[in-house]
Every structure is written in structure tokens, then in C-alpha cells.
């Protein structure tokens, strides 16, 4: 995996910009109705350069999933921004929408849903192809051989159907056709957690020579730390709809400065049953985000919870080489494990 | 394995040699596996070819009347005059007899059915000119093989004719609420919103009043003197208009759920035209769901015709309908004595449970969680 070259002055492939994504809901108790709204996504900021893979974690239901859908503008966002290559996705309407969606792309989790079960194989991985216009229908066969090729089929396979493959294929499939278009960047939402042990490395690896050969970026939604630990150039710890901390991987994974994040990495089982870890688990749930805890949204589950986290937002602060964490002791508490 | 990729050992499938299955031939595998789907498909092939030939098979002219009435079914024999064995049937003249009202057969009358013979002329699916029909006896024998009504008419030629009415009814009736409902349910379903409660409430108004009723209300408003072929069509289009309501609901619901897979998703993300993701993604996904849900209700349209006629507002006399045969059948001397007269019940009968037997299986042959 290449080095992140986040140098200063360089522009960003993809910079997400205070991106909200509310859902209202109606409830009805007696004759009372009462509107509120689920904040999914309340404010993120991404940034993602050129051929850097970037981890978007959290517990389910913390929102990331909304967030990379939002983002492709399959969920219509709220509000904030979504600059890709400089221009404003949301700003485009229609067709020029439709062009844009050739540079960024999804492969999702369920490999068994994401495929047309209707759809030869081939159909399915040409179909951007054709629908951008890049081939022509007599060059299907040809360029699905090809697609299947790179990511490791038999192009003998491009006259089957979904069904007769198993989930690792179907995912290879999922990828073939979201660099189809040679998009700049894939957004990989979770796309390994419905797969065999045995058949998620295979996954990866694909994934990340994929990378080296096209030059791609990715943002790699997962709930799995280990696996962003080891694909990912950049961490973004996502909890209920904003993130939290964010940086290179080795100094989250390291010295990690929200209380959260500690969290989440102690809850990682240790390969050695040797050790024993000490371990501090998270108490409660985690609140609806219907109901989002005044100033810091962590503070009635944090240990270090003070009066300042009851009526102070804290803001992502940036500690060393763009490390930065939302915590109002993100600098003090640094050392302090 | 030959073509391996140097940088990933893909998990290829062993068999390679094994010849790929569309997903209509994987349904079709499935769809054999079920006895009764198959029962059902196989009776209901031979019913509506029956209906096609129903000129050809049938002996007399469905509106020929005779002195023969409430006829029992004519006795069918297999030896001739001397008592020898004979694989050609014969069947024997039946005559009323009113001093103990019932037929009895009259001795010496012993005659050959002969198949394949010249009888009245009729045209075959409205085209071809032919006189040839399956079976026949000589002239002066009346050979009745579900016997007469109270007219005389033979029974087994009304039915034959009455199922070209009772089982095209349905799929006419089908084809007409399928397509208004794929229309209007998925315009429901993919436009959602304001659209969708407009035209989900006009539905449910519809719904509302009760079907039976409303059927005939509406077929009480035809003039009772029109043309014959006019009836039947005004009664497709009243079937039509109650029955759309329903099944745009229930398309309405599928294309909401196909429009979220993740496939359509997908495709969406992908930049494949609206247009084409409704052609290629959600409407053949809605369709094998809404077939299933069409096959299903095309039993309720052969009852529902049934029904009209039965109550004298639909098929009228002389053209037969399972329906109108069976208003003859209303009273207890009838049903206790002319048991023959039920025909068109058993007909009705086994019709409407082969299409729920083929719409079953027809459901979980289509059902693609069913194949993983």
C-alpha cells in the first residue's frame, strides 16, 4: 500500500463538506402527532486524495453506510457539500449527474443483492460501459472477458448467471463492474463482511492491487477494525452521525485520542490467548439519533465525562501530522492510558 | 485450472462443465418439481385446447334444440347386436317413457359411434370452413354423452362452446387489469409521494364497495336486448374495471421494494439511465412477481362471470356459459335427479383450483430465495 501523500497543496479527490442527512419521522401518540427528525448524518467532513484508501468505521447504526450513500447521491443529502475532482455533485442535475457517476462508484455489502439475477454476468459488469456509451454492444463479449480477467475469473464465466456463484465470485463480479468505467474512486461499503474468513484476504488483496494497477481511491466503510487497520492509509471513527476522530491509521490505531475510539479498539479480541488484555467495555447503548446528547454526543458514555461535555460541542482538533479528535481532553488524555 | 491469475488465487466453481441455466430455466426446473403445479398446467392446457376445438369435438350445434329433454347421458356399450366384444363404442336410443317418467332404452337400437364424421358445418376459430367432428352416431340415434337440458340441447356441446366464453373471460379480463394495473401500481410505486397516495386512495375507494354488488349494479345498467359478442365484451371491461384496483396495489408494493434492492441501487450509482433501470431492472422484477398475483386472480373472473350469468346478467340464452348452464341446475328435483346438469360446476370447479395449483407453484418456482 503506497504512502498517503496528503501534501499540503496538493487538491483532494474528494472533500465532503458538512454533510447532513436528516430523515423525518412522524409519530402519532393519540391525537398528539409530532414531527422529529433523525439526524443519520449530522455534519461530516471527509477528505480523500488520489490513490489513498480512507476507512470510514463505527458501530451499525452509527450512520456510515447513509454517509457513503449520501455521498453517491443515492440518498439525496440534507445539506453540505460533495466536491469530487472540484466540482459540487450536488450542484448537478440530471444527466450531468449521471456523467459524473462514471469517476465514483459502490460496491456493496450483500453480494447476493447487489447482482441482477435476471443478468448474464457479462450484462452485468458492461452495463456502465454501455450506459456511459464507452462500448458498443458487439464489444460486450470482448471487454467482459477482460473486466472478469482483472479481477481474477474465468472470462469463461461471463455467459453465466448470478446464482451460480458463490459469494467471494459474486463480490469479484461487484468489483468488476464498479471499475468498469475506471472511476477514480470506489466507495466500499463493507464489502467484505458478508464473505467467508477464508475468502475475505482474497477480497482485499484484489482490492488493493486493483488499486496499485488503476490508480484508484477508496473509502472503506467498515465496522471491522482490523481489517481497516490493515487496507487503510487514513481512519475516520464515525459515532452517531459525526465523526470523531480521524487520521493516519497507525497513529488512531496507536495512540488513539477520543475515548471512543479506545473504546472500540479494546473491544478487539488479542490473537493470543496469553494476553490479557485489560479491557474496558462501553457502558449503555448507543442513544437514538433522535435524540442526540446536548455538547459532546459521546459524554453519557464517557469515562471522562465533565461539565464542559454537557454544554460545549468539542470541535475535531488537530493534535500531530493531522490527527484530530472531537474530545475536550483529546491533548491531555493523549498519555494518559 | 489453466488461466490462473498470478495475483489471487480465485475460488473458481469445479464444475466448469456443467451448462449454464437461464433464470427462466432454473423456474422451469423448480416449477417441475411440484406435482400439483404441473397437474394443474397440464389440465388446464387441455382445457383451453378443448375450448379451441370446441367446434370440432362437439357432435351438435349448442343451440340445437330436440323433444330429448333432460335426456340422461346416453348409454355406452362396447359389444355390438350380437354381444360379441367390440372396441368401437355403441350406444342405444333412450325414450321417455311417461307412465313412470324415465327414460328407458329402446330394444334393437344398438348403432356404432363413428368417429371423425361429416356433420354440420362450422368454422374452426372463426376461420377455417370444416364439417368434419370428432365423433358422431347415425342420425336417427341421439346420442347425448352428458345428456339434454330442458330445452333438449346437448349438454356436452354447450360446454365445450361455453368454455370459449368462461375461460377467455379470465385471461381477457387479466390481460386488461395487468396492464392497467403494471401501470398504474408502478407509476404508484416509483414516483411514490403525492402520486402515490392519489391513486393508492382511489384504489381503496374501489375496493370498498363491495365486488359482488358492484358487478351488478354495473351489469344491470346493459340494455337487456344488444348484441351477444357486445355482452361478453361489456362484461370483460366491468370485470376489468373492478378487479384493476387490486392488483395495482399489489404492484405498487413490489415496485417499491424492487426500486430499493440493491441492485437497482446499484445500477443508480452506476449512471445507467432512469429509463433503462425501470426497463432492464424494476420491471422485469415486478413481473414475475405480478404474474404469479395475475394467475392467481384469474379464477376470481371465471367466478365472477359465472356469477353474473348465473343470476341471468351475464352470458345470455342460447349462447352457453358455464354460468348460465348452471342457472339450470337451481332447483333441488333438478340437482336430485339430473345430476348431469352439474357438469359445468365440475368444470368450474376444476378450473379455478388448476390456476391456484399453477399459481402456487408458479410462486415458489419464481421465488429467487428459493434457489440459493
Known amino acids: ?337 | 485450472m489453466t488461466t490462473t491469475s498470478a495475483t489471487t488465487p480465485p475460488d473458481y466453481i469445479e464444475d466448469d462443465q456443467a451448462p449454464s441455466e437461464t433464470p427462466w430455466q432454473l423456474a422451469w426446473r423448480q416449477l417441475r418439481k411440484n406435482k400439483a403445479a404441473i397437474a394443474g398446467l397440464i389440465t388446464l392446457i387441455c382445457l383451453y385446447g378443448c375450448a379451441i376445438l370446441a367446434n370440432f369435438l362437439s357432435p351438435y350445434r349448442m343451440e340445437l334444440r330436440s323433444d330429448q329433454v333432460f335426456q340422461p347421458p346416453s348409454p355406452i356399450r362396447f359389444h355390438n347386436a350380437d354381444g360379441g366384444f367390440s372396441l368401437r363404442p355403441y350406444t342405444t336410443q333412450l325414450k321417455f317413457n311417461p307412465s313412470d317418467n324415465a327414460f328407458h332404452e329402446v330394444a334393437g337400437t344398438l348403432e356404432p359411434v363413428h368417429f371423425l364424421v361429416t356433420g354440420e358445418p362450422y368454422r374452426l376459430l372463426g376461420i377455417l370452413p370444416l364439417r368434419i367432428h370428432l365423433f358422431g352416431a347415425p342420425d336417427h340415434i341421439p346420442f347425448h354423452l352428458l345428456g339434454t337440458d330442458s330445452d333438449g340441447r346437448d349438454v356436452f356441446s354447450r360446454l365445450l362452446i361455453g368454455s370459449q366464453i368462461s375461460l377467455s373471460i379470465g385471461i381477457i379480463a387479466i390481460c386488461i387489469t395487468f396492464s392497467i394495473g403494471l401501470t398504474v401500481g408502478g407509476i404508484a410505486g416509483y414516483w411514490g409521494g403525492r402520486v402515490d397516495s392519489v391513486i393508492m386512495r382511489i384504489c381503496e375507494v374501489i375496493m370498498s364497495v363491495p365486488q359482488f354488488y358492484l358487478l351488478i349494479a354495473l351489469a344491470g345498467l346493459l340494455p337487456a336486448k344488444i348484441d351477444p359478442r357486445l355482452t361478453f365484451l361489456m362484461i370483460i371491461i366491468i370485470l376489468s374495471f373492478v378487479g384493476w384496483a387490486g392488483l395495482a396495489r399489489v404492484v405498487r408494493g413490489i415496485s417499491l421494494s424492487v426500486r430499493e434492492l440493491e441492485y437497482v441501487q446499484a445500477a443508480r450509482a452506476l449512471g445507467v439511465p432512469e429509463g433503462r433501470i425501470i426497463r432492464r431492472h424494476i420491471l422485469p422484477g415486478a413481473f414475475t412477481y405480478a404474474s404469479v398475483a395475475a394467475t392467481l386472480s384469474i379464477p376470481g373472473y371465471i367466478l365472477a362471470e359465472s356469477g353474473l350469468s348465473f343470476l341471468g346478467l351475464g352470458i345470455k340464452i342460447p349462447f352457453p356459459s358455464w354460468g348460465n348452464m348452471l342457472s339450470a341446475a337451481q332447483d333441488l328435483d333438478v340437482i336430485q335427479t339430473k345430476v348431469w346438469m352439474l357438469c359445468p360446476a365440475a368444470m368450474i370447479f376444476i378450473t379455478v383450483l388448476a390456476f391456484n395449483f399453477l399459481g402456487d407453484g408458479l410462486r415458489d418456482a419464481l421465488d429467487p430465495k428459493l434457489r440459493r
Not at chain 1, 28 to 35: A, E
Not at chain 1, 152 to 167: K, N
Not at chain 1, 217 to 238: E, G, N
Not at chain 1, 322 to 337: I, K, T, V, Y
Request: overall charge neutral; glycine content about 8%.
Open chain 1, 1 to 337: 500500500m503506497s504512502i498517503p501523500t496528503a501534501a499540503a497543496g496538493a487538491t483532494p479527490l474528494l472533500q465532503v463538506r458538512g454533510l447532513k442527512k436528516q430523515f423525518k419521522v412522524t409519530r402519532r401518540s393519540g391525537m398528539k402527532v409530532r414531527h422529529e427528525l433523525v439526524k443519520a448524518v449530522d455534519g461530516v467532513d471527509l477528505t480523500i486524495y488520489s490513490g489513498e484508501t480512507v476507512g470510514l468505521v463505527g458501530e451499525s447504526g452509527c450512520g456510515k453506510s447513509t454517509a457513503g450513500r449520501a455521498i453517491l447521491r443515492l440518498i439525496e443529502p440534507t445539506s453540505g457539500e460533495i466536491l469530487l475532482n472540484g466540482v459540487d455533485l450536488r450542484s448537478l442535475r440530471g444527466e450531468a449527474l449521471r456523467q459524473a457517476r462514471k469517476d465514483i462508484n459502490i460496491v456493496f455489502q450483500d453480494p447476493f443483492a447487489a447482482l441482477d439475477p435476471r443478468m448474464m454476468i457479462r450484462d452485468i459488469v458492461t452495463e456502465p460501459l454501455l450506459a456511459h456509451g464507452m462500448i458498443s454492444r458487439n464489444d460486450v463479449p470482448e471487454r467482459a472477458k477482460k473486466l472478469l480477467e482483472t479481477v481474477g475469473l474465468r472470462p469463461e464465466f461471463a455467459a453465466r448467471y448470478p446464482h451460480e456463484f458463490s459469494g467471494g465470485q459474486r463480490q469479484r463480479i461487484g468489483i468488476a463492474r464498479a471499475i468498469a468505467t475506471n472511476p477514480r474512486l470506489i466507495i466500499l461499503d463493507e464489502p467484505i463482511s458478508a464473505l467467508d474468513i477464508s475468502i475475505r484476504a482474497q477480497i482485499l488483496n484484489l482490492l488493493e492491487d486493483l488499486q496499485e494497477t488503476n490508480g484508484l481511491s477508496y473509502l472503506f466503510i467498515a465496522h471491522d477494525l482490523s481489517v481497516v487497520r490493515h487496507i487503510c492509509d487514513r481512519v475516520a471513527v464515525m459515532y452517531l452521525g459525526a465523526i470523531v476522530e480521524e487520521g493516519p491509521s497507525d497513529l488512531v490505531f496507536t495512540s488513539p485520542r477520543h475515548p471512543y475510539t479506545r473504546a472500540l479498539l479494546e473491544a478487539i479480541p488479542a490473537a493470543d490467548p496469553d494476553i490479557r488484555k485489560e479491557r474496558k467495555l462501553l457502558e449503555g447503548d448507543v442513544p437514538s439519533p433522535l435524540d442526540i446528547p446536548s455538547g459532546c454526543r459521546f459524554r453519557k458514555r464517557c469515562p471522562l465525562a465533565a461539565a464542559i461535555c454537557e454544554s460545549e460541542s468539542p470541535a475535531l482538533l488537530a493534535a500531530v501530522d493531522g490527527h484530530r479528535a472531537a474530545c475536550h481532553f483529546a491533548l491531555d488524555s493523549a498519555n494518559s492510558r
